[in-house]
């Protein structure tokens, strides 16, 4: 039976509904991405904008040396922030997922969520005190008697980045994954070892090929937000350890050259989107290879 | 299962003590008698706590904050209301292209953002301000409020709201007194969600902000003066403190909420 008023138009009904967040995405991001694109093919002469069309920008982002090396710079340090982040987190939520009751799992995830409800730029801050020439880990280590000189290859490069950004970005890792281990059948690694795989064999061939959809959301969401970090490379990358944003902020806010800024922005946007793109293409031809 | 896990116990362990590290220098510094922020420590004192509401830029770049990060909850998950909605209960044309393009903030690194809309403010040469803040940080948060609501309206008994309507209800008081108290904890999530993500946001708020400062850009100025480090330290201390009873409430009171429900509790509240 159908009701009267009930269920009639509604399509109308629904376009009425995502009217309201459809225009606000219009006009707040699709506008801006349109101006920003616009924005990379035209140039500026200390306050005023030049509105003829030129490739300037991006014949010099291509030819200038620095430029380059901030963007692979970006690229490698978000890949190992990738990495190590996915790599310590699965084993935390593969623990989280077959090892602790289930009573009282959810316990354990608000434990691990608990640290990243702080303020994001007092943590970055208290990573470089800790990490720092007289910070909490030399003078612990050389208090304990390990090292006789502070370490000085934790601060103020790429690996402070690194240590710092995989801190920052972990429960973005762990959740994803240890959604997709929650789902596995149980009964699944019952069979395989019924069949007379052992422990190793069951997590390799039944455990881990399941849990990629977890492994690939976590990749994606640590890497594409990292290449774009501003907050970690300034405060404790040191000269050589900035990148990418670093120099779109410069460009916007200090050189005022707004469409060499946005020149940049448009290059990392490509970047992000051909690496993730083919990251999903790869994992893909995988998944189906496999089966 | 259990047993086995014994390295791993170990391994658990270390890892909270690396995600905690941060966290438990916090209270440690900020109760610190020196402006140098390394050990030893020098002695007990709750001066730096004193000084925050003594310290006017302070307290107006919190007040700011405040209202920032409200008017983003509300909006964002007003927005987010009405596209989750649209997305559980309706089909409409392009309705994939659309809620996807809806959803692009969270694949979309911040600094992009927040410069082109920086770029678009320059263009139609509007003075930025509070207000501009809260356009992007809703911009970023409705996604987030998407997500969680989608599996409130998502799990709802539409013969319950036919039912309402059967009986004589209007459209929006059904909406109003069946619809509305079932996805009332979806709804609370997104508001504390929302909420919780522009009070910490900086990146837009650095590019946007006008001569009012918001809290993070404050302290990123702060940063630069070693003297004003503990001050920020003890304010870090309070924030912590304060997320924390949000969160322990959040949890409570979803964990209630399953209950009534009848469900199984099955993880975190994200």
Known sequence: MKLKGFGTSDTARGLTLIAPPALFALLLLAVPLVAIFAFSFWSQ?????????????????????????????????AGAVTLTTVVLAFPIAYFVSFHVPANRKSLWIFMITIPFWTSYLIRVFLWKVILGYNGVLNSTLIGVGIIDEPLTFILYNANAVVITLAHAFAPFAILPIFVSLEKIDRSLLEASRDLGENHVMTFLRVTLPLAVPGVVAATLIVFIPTIGDYVTPRLVGGPGGLMIANMIQTQFL?????????????????????????????????????? | MTGRGGWLRGYAVLYLLFLYAPIILLPIFAFNDSTIIAFPLSGFTTKWFTEIPNTPALVRSVQTSLIVAVTTAVLSTLLGICAARAGARYSFPFKTPVMG?????????????AVSMLVVLMALDLPLGSWTVVLGHTLICTPFCIAILNSAFGNLDVSLEEAAFDLGESRWSTFRLITLPLVMPGIISALLISFTISLDEFIIAFFLTGTEPTLPVYLWGQLRFPQKIPVVMALGTILVALSVVLLTIAEIARRRGIARAGGKDTGGFL
């Not at chain 1, 904008?49 to 030129?54: A, F, L, M």
Request: glycine fraction near 2%.
């Open chain 1, 45 to 77: 002469d200390f306050l005023t904008i030049d509105y003829t069309p030129t490739l300037k920008n991006y014949r010099e982002a291509l030819s200038e040396p620095l430029y380059g090396q901030l963007i692979l710079r970006s690229v490698l340090i």
């Open chain 1, 254 to 291: 200090k050189l005022n050259n707004a469409p060499m800024g946005a020149t940049l922005a448009v290059i990392a946007m490509a970047i992000v989107t051909v690496i993730s793109l083919v990251f999903i293409f790869l994992n893909r031809r995988w998944l189906k290879a496999r089966s």
């Open chain 2, 101 to 113: 393009f809806i959803m692009l903030p969270l694949v979309l690194p911040e600094i992009i953002v």
